[in-house]
């Protein structure tokens, strides 16, 4: 007749360890991200989503245009009075060197009062008033 040893406290207390420091992290609510810097920056990625900022932080919006075919982003909703524009957009090279090709152009503002606000923008023409904007782009402003 063979003996076995049982040894079930050891491994029972393991296991009951592990499963305890599990739901410990299960039953956590995840972390409200507040921002860390003062200056914020975003692209078509974060098109139609939230931003939060500080006040007195910046916000920096880089969009892509080919301006070369007379298309440009024109802010239609300026957010205010929670975003103030600072100077005019700047264009940047997008790493394509051909002419006419991808541009970066650069929007900045500067979170100016608590609240929250909308900033839309919108992809067209200039000269071209009665045509439908070839993009538009949305942004949800937080100012804390």
């Not at 205010?80 to 051909?98: D, R």
């Not at 650069?106 to 606000?117: E, I, N, W």
């Not at 900033?119 to 100012?143: D, G, S």
Request: charged letters at 20%; a positive charge.
């Amino acid at each position: 007749m063979k003996c076995y040893r049982r040894t079930p406290a050891p491994a029972a207390l393991t296991c009951l360890l592990t499963l305890a420091g599990c739901m410990a992290g299960l039953a956590a609510e995840p972390p409200v991200m507040a921002p860390t810097t003062h200056s914020l920056t975003v692209t078509q990625k974060e098109d139609g989503g939230e931003v939060v900022l500080v006040a007195g932080g910046t916000l920096l919006l880089r969009l892509e245009a080919i301006v070369g075919t007379g298309y440009g982003w024109q802010i239609v909703r300026d957010a205010s009075p929670q975003l103030k524009a600072v100077g005019n957009p700047k264009s940047e090279a997008s790493g394509n060197t051909k002419e006419g090709g991808m541009e970066i152009e650069v929007f900045q503002f500067l979170a100016h009062v608590p609240g929250s606000s909308d900033l839309e923008l919108q992809y067209r023409r200039p000269w071209e008033k009665q045509v439908a904007p070839a993009k538009t782009y949305r942004l949800r402003v937080i100012v804390r």
